[in-house]
């Protein structure tokens, strides 16, 4: 039976040695759709996940992994891409899911409004903040919104290094809900952000502007492969109520 979500959040422990155990690809694939479930900001998925179960590619991104053992141990490997790239592609695919669910007789106006809302934040909205040309736009954005931000609130994150945020932010959720689904269902996974992404890229043939999220290695624990009890700083710490 599968855990709850607390149970599977108390579970997941970053595992740095794997039993040599298999485990089976089609339930590491439907972590993978929970994980294309997660929140994506303004819903354009700018993910990719690369689901390693071939060994001599698996063995490749464990080197680039610098040899660490939670990826040399792991089972599968499982390799979170941003796509920030794909902005246009993902925009037009959001109006053409709008227009489909709005292609219907007798729109009330409240839905005539809300699909001409939607169709321009697609179509004029997400190409004013994504578009760019080698950071110059994105920076003359940024001076734009940071005078009007004197007077009223406004989006100011419209750099390059913003928008990289902004992809990154969303590839990291969709990650952990894959962590949490794997850990639900007695699986490990360990993430790792100390590679070689350009050797990562290059085993996966991604493209130039494809930039690699985290290496997610996965199996099943040896209970050495976990490092010490956790320690987390104490909650009042770093929790405030305002
Ligand atoms: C973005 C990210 C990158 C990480 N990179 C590595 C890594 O390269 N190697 C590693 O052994 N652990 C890595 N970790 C795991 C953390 O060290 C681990 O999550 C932390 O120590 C807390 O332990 P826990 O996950 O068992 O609760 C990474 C975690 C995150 C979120």
């Known amino acids: 039976m599968e855990k709850t979500v607390s149970e599977a959040i108390a579970y997941r422990r970053s595992v740095r040695v794997y ?7 089609e339930k590491v694939k439907q972590c993978l ?17 690369y689901h ?15 040899n660490q053992s939670a990826a040399k141990s792991a089972q599968q490997l499982v390799v979170v891409v941003v796509r920030k790239d794909l902005w246009r592609k993902r925009a037009k695919a959001n109006i053409e899911f709008l227009k489909k669910i709005y292609d219907k007789e007798g729109l009330t106006d409240s839905e005539l409004k809300r699909k001409k809302m939607a169709i321009n934040y697609y179509g004029k909205l997400i190409p004013t903040i994504y ?10 954005k940024f001076i734009i919104f940071q005078i009007i931000g004197f ?7 419209t750099r390059l290094s913003d928008m990289r ?9 969709a990650a952990e809900n894959f962590m949490i689904s794997m850990s639900a269902i007695g699986y490990d996974t360990c993430p790792m952000e100390g590679s070689d992404t350009l050797r990562i890229k290059q085993i996966l043939k991604l ?36």
């Not at 994980?35 to 996940?49: D, G, I, R, V």
């Not at 007077?151 to 994150?157: D, I, L, M, S, T």
């Open 165 to 173: 945020i902004v992809a990154h932010k969303s590839a990291g959720l």
């Open 19 to 25: 039993k040599n155990k298999s485990i089976d690809s």
């Open 207 to 242: 493209p130039r502007h494809a930039e690699i999220n985290m290496v997610i290695s996965c199996g099943i624990r040896e209970l050495k492969g976990i490092y010490g009890p956790r320690f987390r700083i104490p909650f009042d710490e770093v929790y405030y109520r305002i």
């Open 131 to 140: 578009n760019d040309f080698f950071g110059i736009l994105g920076f003359i």
């Open 33 to 49: 759709v929970n994980a294309s479930l997660a929140p994506t900001s303004s819903n354009l998925q700018l993910w990719e996940f």
């Open 52 to 66: 390693i179960t071939n060994e001599v590619i698996s063995s490749k991104i464990a080197e680039a992994c610098l």
């Open 151 to 157: 007077f009223k609130p406004v989006y100011r994150q």
